[in-house]
């Protein structure tokens, strides 16, 4: 393992003043009004202005898999792995445009509420909240810990249960106490955080190799020692020839362009267009302005990515060749303790060893803020969905305070879980880890697609397709992850012998294999649709794309008034309570004030907020072109890195 290096005071002092500041900003906004009712925990009372909505979709993507897994892969096969980033601009631009005034039109709080609004019936919300939240946990969870595990090891040599712990608590902590609205403004704050550290070592990682020329032609050669002395027996050492292009072959491409751009679009629709984490922040927007500005500001942000993680992690391959770009399984276990690869150690050993004193604290802040960015969002989201998908279909009844209970507790057994995890993450090590997290998407993810799509685009969609086309595509996905988890690929420099895996295995990139599941997803769902009865018309009203513009709410059949606050209080508080029981209801957001009841016009009026799609033109037109300004930087981007 590499030698770990203490830190200086100053680093200790940036780490701490970190930690408190974060706490503050988090207890602050428990004490913002909203708290109380599930509009506002869940969506932050419908009041966010449109920075800390982009802000805050950035900040929840950036996790610590882009400091290790997005850095790594880079410096593995270089430039390729921008096109997840630069994709997802378009994607975003979507979001606000196509998907989101659908979500408001329908007043749904959680993509599996839509689902029940759009089709009836149970299954579908059920189905989607059970599966999300075992993904968040396997997937999301396991990428932010592994991730933030060996960035605190090369750093700090701490024990991983005790980071873990400690960084799970303090994000439990405020996620529990603030609702939406605490993770919003602590990611707000975290994302500048995060992009000044960040800055700051790509602008002395810049200064190190010598410039933009120098580090094209150092990359050429960044090998071990051994490899460049004999490449022959270490050829999987030498850096790809196309390091320099993002397009890349369909048959021989890391990363084939084929897959980029067919196979990654139902990825990313999936992350980006259905995914609670990132549709639950646009849909705490005051308004549809708010929303798709803070879209246009998180696509915006995505191009900075390739200057502040692919170019640095290419750039520790130059600096320390011996250890990132190790070739043989024996030479990296010694590096790393990894006999699959060390490039996933570029990103920490370009802090450790080239960040002056006390710098080197405010980068681990900066990888604080995006490990717990992620978890929080990750919390948050599905706390939500267990809440108001899971748990009211068995408790109908429940009044806001019990929801807000639930949607806490939820967390801490969130929390516990992960906690849990920890040793399956550790017996786990992936020799790339965005190659692995894309992977398990692509097996994943098509289906969820290929639904939404279809849910928002075609009417003639029935309740009996969608779900069975869905029980079709992720049986057919499973099918592949298991065969891959089973059958994993020879290591390179190893002598496990050729290649003999099945060639839907071997020959089959797993961007490809996401085009193949999405069409057996579409094929299904549209011939078991039109063999199935239809919605009728008057329950596909503000549902749909075509009708989300309809004065008149839809029939709903087993609906329940998510808009609607409790007229009585379920709970018996007494007139005098004690400090203990003060806390408690601090902590669970309950407010035993006497409220008003609602008039019928009142209840009407939250409504229309919660779902109207008015915008001012003037304000309209001018998101719209920077969207457009935006999208038209990227594509520039992408044909000039072909």
Known sequence: MVKVESLATGDYVALVAYFLVVLAVGLWSTFRPNRDTAAGYFLAGKTMHWFPVG??????????????????????????????????????????????????????????????????????RIYLSVLALVLYILTKITGEIFSGAIFMQQLLGWNMYLCAIIILAVTAVYTVAGGLAAVIYTDTLQTIILLIGAFILMALSFVEVGGWSEMMEKYKRAAANYTLADPTNYSCGIPRDDFMHIWRDPATGDIPWTGAVFGLTTLGIWVWCTDQIMVQ????????????????????????????????????????????????????????????????????????????????????????????????????????????????????????????????????????????????????????LWSYLQAVSSYTAPPWCVLFLLSLFWKRTTEQGAFWGLMISLVTGMVRMVMDFMMPAPLCGSEEGPDDRPAVLKDVHFLHFAVILTAVSAFSTVIISLLTKPRPPEKLRRVTWWTRHDLQDPEETESE??????????????????????????????????????????????????????????????????????????????????
């Open 281 to 432: 922040r646009c849909l705490s927007a005051r308004n549809m302005i708010h929303a798709k500005a803070g879209c246009v500001l998180a696509a915006a942000l995505k191009i900075l990515p390739f200057f502040l993680w692919i170019i640095p992690g290419m750039i520790s391959r130059i600096l320390f060749p011996d250890d990132v770009a190790c070739a043989s399984p024996e030479k990296c276990e010694e590096v790393c303790g990894n006999r699959a690869g060390c490039s996933n150690i570029a990103y920490p050993l370009l802090v450790l060893r080239k960040m002056p004193s006390g710098l080197r604290g405010v980068m681990l802040a900066a990888l604080m803020a995006a490990l717990m960015s992620s978890l929080t969002s990750i919390f948050n989201s599905a706390s939500t969905m267990f809440t108001m998908d899971i748990w009211r279909r068995f408790r109908a009844k429940a009044s806001q305070h019990e929801l807000m209970i639930v949607g806490r507790v939820c967390v801490l057994v969130e929390v516990g879980i992960s906690i849990l995890w920890l040793p399956v993450i550790q017996a786990y090590q992936s020799g790339q």
């Open 561 to 642: 008034d998510d808009f609607a606050e409790d007229e009585v209080d379920q709970l018996s508080v007494p007139k005098r309570r004690t400090v203990a029981r003060r806390v408690y209801y601090w902590l669970c957001g309950i407010d035993d004030t006497p409220r008003p009841r609602h008039t019928q016009e009142e209840k009407e009026a939250i409504k229309r907020k919660m779902t109207s799609l008015e915008e001012n033109p003037y304000a309209a037109r001018l998101t719209a072109a920077v969207a457009i300004g935006t999208a038209a930087v990227t594509t520039f981007m992408l044909g000039f890195f072909n």
């Open 55 to 124: 802000a805050s979709i950035f900040a929840s993507n950036v996790g610590a898999p882009m400091f290790i897994g997005l850095a790594g892969q880079a410096a593995a096969s270089g430039f390729a792995v921008a096109i997840y980033e630069w994709h997802a601009i378009y994607l975003l631009i979507a979001l606000g445009w196509v998907f989101v005034p659908v979500y408001v039109a329908s007043g749904a709080f959680t993509m599996p509420e839509y689902l029940k609004k759009r089709y009836g019936g149970r299954r579908l």
